[in-house]
């Protein structure tokens, strides 16, 4: 079974049903039967939109507002992922989002750090690993802001979380930008990116989903190491220059783009074209709940669609090996590990 790597999966769009339903149990929550679990978690194949995707992460954040419940919603996504042979991932989640009944953002991330170390230290016991080698999945935190209203102030506090806590191999590792991308354009952050950039906080941005070329150009500009999505850079070839020139790789998620209407089928998903241009890609999840996916869906998907071979497989992942928000030194760890 080959060795794969998610680096853009959300925390609140990935929690398994068993989990959701540990969470509720946890906190005195009716447990609904799983039909109606499902329908509240993830879409069905006639999703209209973006807007109808995101309805689905009101329960699962709704179960995310405890310190007990985040340290165990990373524990058991990172345990998922590795039972699924992931090499390596990048878990995603907005701080500001798990504040609803008192945490603070530093809570929030300090929850999240524990459940990631408790995941580790039974995998290294489990594995026998020795100090300074790195088990056979390894994981780290993304922490994301937030397009919207009125939140400027939450953004902030997520880049200066970010700053406290940043590692470049073993935590938090950078920051993003999510959210309605076609309601709160990419270029109201530019004072946002340029203190996470002061603060030397690496950072990929969701650009180029529901919003045309121009909102990629402007994560560029911001000085963007990754594109969150990013398909519709095909739509200006000198942006698709630039990102080749840059070397910046984007984040694909194949199955999130037909849910959201990005292509109506498969078989129209762009990645030849981008792939053509000499932009390095990845192959990810987005949210393996919502979508009902997991990484090597994704990859089979697209490889099999496509017709790539072995070859381009390994393409794929080492590309997501050399965007990881890693050191060289845990790059190479990684790739011992293949």
Do not use: W
């Not at 209203?149 to 930008?177: C, H, P, Q, Y």
């Not at 090597?296 to 070859?311: H, Q, V």
């Amino acid at each position: 079974m080959e060795r794969l790597v998610d680096l853009h999966v959300h925390l609140d769009g990935s929690l398994s049903l068993e989990t959701v339903k540990e969470l509720a149990a946890r906190q005195g929550i009716e447990i609904q039967n799983d039909d109606i679990l499902i329908k509240k978690l993830q879409v069905s194949k006639d999703c209209r939109d973006l807007n109808e995707y995101l309805t689905k992460f009101e329960y699962p954040l709704m179960l995310l507002q405890t310190i007990d419940s985040i340290e165990y919603a990373v524990y058991s996504l990172m345990k998922r992922q590795s039972e699924q042979n992931l090499l390596y991932s990048e878990i995603r989640f907005a701080p500001q989002l798990h504040t609803k009944k008192g945490l603070s953002q530093e809570e929030v991330v300090t929850a999240s750090l524990k459940g990631r170390q408790k995941y580790f230290d039974e995998l290294r016991q489990k594995e026998n690993i020795k100090e300074g080698d790195i088990p056979s999945f390894y994981s780290n935190i993304i922490l994301c802001c937030m397009r919207g209203n009125g939140n400027e102030m939450e953004n902030e506090e997520t880049i200066r979380i970010a700053a406290e806590f940043l590692s470049d191999s073993d935590g938090v590792v950078a920051v993003d930008l999510a959210g309605a991308e076609a309601l709160f354009p990419t270029s109201d952050y530019e004072k946002l990116f340029a203190h996470a950039r002061a603060e030397g906080i690496p950072f990929t941005i969701h650009a180029g989903e529901a919003a045309g070329p121009e909102s990629i150009r402007q994560a560029v500009d911001y000085g963007t190491a990754r594109i969150g999505h990013g398909v519709n850079c095909i739509h200006d070839k000198n942006l698709m220059n630039i990102i080749a020139e840059k070397g910046i790789t984007l984040e694909l998620c194949p199955t999130s783009n037909l849910n959201t209407k990005i292509v109506n089928d498969i078989k129209d998903y762009p990645i030849d074209k981008i792939i053509n241009n000499k932009i390095k890609v990845t192959i990810n999840t987005d949210n393996m709940t919502v979508s009902g996916t997991d990484e090597a869906s994704e990859m089979k998907l697209i490889c099999d669609t496509f017709g790539y071979d072995g070859n381009m497989r390994r393409i794929f992942v080492d590309n997501a090996i050399d965007a990881a928000f890693l050191s060289n030194e845990m790059k190479e760890k990684l790739r011992g590990n293949l």
